[in-house]
């Protein structure tokens, strides 16, 4: 298993501004994923952060919006750039461990953008 | 494109019942499926994680099932308790994507 932590758990934001999220891992690992689940939604994948490479974004998600940055194998940054009141979500982390390809998630980040 | 749905969104039960929880997609090429809770406004608990070569799994209270021919998985939850209330999502998982269903959002009367 994997334990996965999450900075800040929640904050409030204005319109306009920028939000870094931390994403900590207490093993290393090859894949993280960031999703975003939007009020009363499920998880939608946003992209995929291989240590090493850039980021592979899914349709919809760009990277001047959502630049990830992927330093070493245990870490992970997630940046939600100019907000708007429809950035208000929470973003969770996760990895992929072992031969199952099991998935493991953080906390998440409650974000509000006002 | 891989589509999975959970019905019913939402679902209330009396404290002691067995109740199953449904989960279906459109693609069986999965590596696997995966159950997990989510409380109110925090992070997904993995529950069960059942391989696309196996039937089911079971964990305590809960077995969860696949059946890959029909797209079908259901996750079976014995002898209910309040503590049980939460969001449960299925999500299935090939090729390096994973997709989740919209949840079914489960409730135990005391």
């Known amino acids: 298993s994997a334990v996965i932590s999450q900075k800040p758990s929640r904050d409030i934001c204005q319109r306009g501004t920028s939000l870094t999220i931390q994403c900590q891992v207490d093993?290393?690992?090859?894949?993280m994923f960031w999703y975003r689940q939007q009020p009363g939604q499920s998880l939608t994948l946003i992209a995929t952060?291989?240590?090493?490479?850039?980021?592979?974004?899914e349709s919809g998600f760009v990277i001047d919006k959502f630049p990830i940055s992927r330093p070493n194998l245990t870490f992970s940054t997630l940046t939600v750039s100019n907000m708007s009141p429809e950035d208000s979500s929470i973003y969770l982390c996760s990895v992929e461990l072992g031969a199952r390809y099991e998935q493991y998630f953080g906390p998440g980040t409650r974000l509000t953008v006002t | 494109k891989q589509e999975v749905t959970q019905i019913p969104a939402a679902l209330s039960v009396p404290e002691g019942e067995n109740l199953v929880l449904n989960c279906s997609f459109t693609d069986s090429a999965i590596y696997n499926l995966q159950w997990f809770r989510q409380d109110p406004g925090k992070g997904l608990t993995s529950l069960l994680l059942?391989?696309?070569?196996?039937r089911e799994q079971t964990s305590g209270r809960l077995n969860a099932s696949l059946d890959k021919s029909s797209g079908r998985s259901t996750l079976y939850i014995a002898a209910s308790q309040p503590g049980d209330s939460a969001t449960y999502l299925c999500?299935?998982?090939?090729?390096?994507?994973?997709?989740f269903g919209s949840g079914t959002r489960l409730s135990i009367r005391p």
């Open positions: 952060a291989n240590q090493g490479s850039e980021a592979t974004y």
């Open positions: 059942i391989q696309s070569s196996q």
């Open positions: 093993s290393q690992v090859t894949m």
């Open positions: 999500a299935c998982s090939s090729a390096s994507k994973i997709i």
